[in-house]
């Protein structure tokens, strides 16, 4: 795999300007040396390095294989050569690197042997031509490593940030979806409630002034509820969950409440309660229990008007809370249109809860809502 880490525009014509300029110094020494060699070669030498040399920027190996080719010829290809060996190693894996430097090394060598380096011998020339490249080396490699983890941390940090959008936007669903499931079930059970009241208002229109008086109090009263209760939602919904202090909501202990109101508006609601009382049941249970209480009158008011329906809780601490309703269905069609949902996201939110929810119609043809939650104190 070939890592493409060219350098930008302006550096690469930077680096040009100063390696042409390495060049023209050491040509200048070279010449002033002595006649080592022939001057036209170590002319041309130079020319051809200082042309290699975008050559080797956009094509590392194959520039630095050829730089070094010119070394075996001339000293004034020294600059361009160990450039191209440098910038090969920040630029391509360590393979294909490692052979530019080798061969770098091996122009050198061949490059002593018929015109050596004066003041030092052949060996120790060598020796320090190997050094330079292997640091040369090393320090490309390091290069390349240290891009590569910058790039790395910044690609993690522009997906950490697409991830915490991410997070922001399931966070404002849920909580959109929280709202929605809340709002269902405290508006329909009051609705249903207001629904009923003004039924019987309208179709006893003879009814003695008094009655009517007090199913519009009851109506008024309703609605003033209705409302109470969609700010207590809004209210908890937008409570610090990890707050003690903030609202609860309704609770189990609100289950006899909830049925004798359903009792006055008309529905013939048995309950058994077999709780043991001696400890109250979390916040979280208990709310689910009473939201499970509320959608099975709900539904029966709604789909079986006029029959009787009996509400059964039993349980105790360290043990499971069942909650049950049975009532015979109705052969007519129900009252008040439904959504067709509320089971739907009882039975979620009783999930979440850690219970279950099962719901049938049995064999004498009565329609039975049970949920079983773990009593958590």
């Known amino acids: 795999m070939t890592l493409d880490r060219r350098p930008p525009r302006a550096i690469a014509v930077i680096s040009t300007i100063a390696i042409t300029a390495l060049i023209g110094t050491t040509l200048w020494a070279t010449l002033s040396s002595g006649p080592v060699g022939p001057r036209w070669l170590d002319i041309a030498i130079a020319v051809a390095s200082a042309v290699l040399v975008p050559v080797a920027l956009r094509r590392p190996v194959a520039g630095g294989l050829l730089l070094s080719a010119l070394v075996i010829l001339s000293p004034v290809a020294t600059p361009a050569a160990t450039f191209a060996a440098l910038n090969a190693a920040r630029q391509r894996r360590f393979g294909p690197a490692l052979t530019v430097a080798v061969a770098g090394v091996v122009g050198h060598a061949l490059q002593g042997l018929w015109r050596p380096f004066g003041g030092l011998s052949y060996g120790w020339w060598l020796l320090l031509m190997a050094l330079a490249y292997a640091a040369l080396l090393g320090w490309g490699t390091w290069g390349q490593a240290r891009v590569a983890l910058m790039q790395s941390l910044v690609d993690r940090a522009r997906r950490a940030e697409a991830e915490q959008g991410r997070r922001v936007s399931e966070a404002r669903l849920a909580e959109r979806t929280l709202i929605a499931r809340e709002m269902h079930d405290v508006l329909a059970h009051r609705l249903s409630?207001?629904?009923?009241?003004?039924?019987?208002?309208?179709?006893?229109?003879?009814?003695?002034?008094?009655?009517?008086?007090?199913?519009?109090?009851?109506?008024?009263?309703?609605?003033?509820?209705?409302?109470?209760?969609?700010?207590?939602?809004?209210?908890?919904?937008?409570?610090?969950?990890?707050?003690?202090?903030?609202?609860?909501?309704?609770?189990?202990?609100?289950?006899?409440?909830?049925?004798?109101?359903a009792r006055e508006a008309g529905l013939a609601v048995g309950f058994d309660d077999r709780t043991d009382h001696s400890a109250e049941a979390t916040a979280v249970v208990g709310r689910t229990a009473y939201r499970v209480v509320q959608e099975g009158l709900t539904n029966a008011r709604k789909h079986a008007a006029g029959q009787p329906v009996t509400v059964t809780l039993a349980g105790s601490p360290g043990g499971e809370l069942t909650i049950e309703l049975h009532n015979p269905l109705s052969s007519g069609l129900p009252e008040l249109p439904g959504a067709g949902v509320g089971l739907i996201g009882l039975t979620e939110r009783v999930s979440l809860a850690g219970g279950q929810l099962d719901h049938e119609i049995d064999a004498d043809g009565e329609f039975r809502l049970r949920a079983r939650l773990p009593w958590r104190t």
């Not at 409302?227 to 609770?251: M, N, S």
Request: proline residues 10%.
């Open 193 to 261: 409630l207001l629904a009923t009241y003004a039924g019987a208002l309208e179709y006893r229109p003879d009814s003695p002034p008094e009655r009517l008086a007090a199913a519009a109090g009851i109506i008024r009263s309703g609605v003033h509820q209705a409302l109470d209760e969609l700010r207590e939602v809004i209210t908890v919904l937008r409570e610090d969950p990890a707050d003690p202090d903030g609202p609860a909501g309704p609770g189990l202990g609100d289950v006899g409440r909830l049925v004798d109101e």
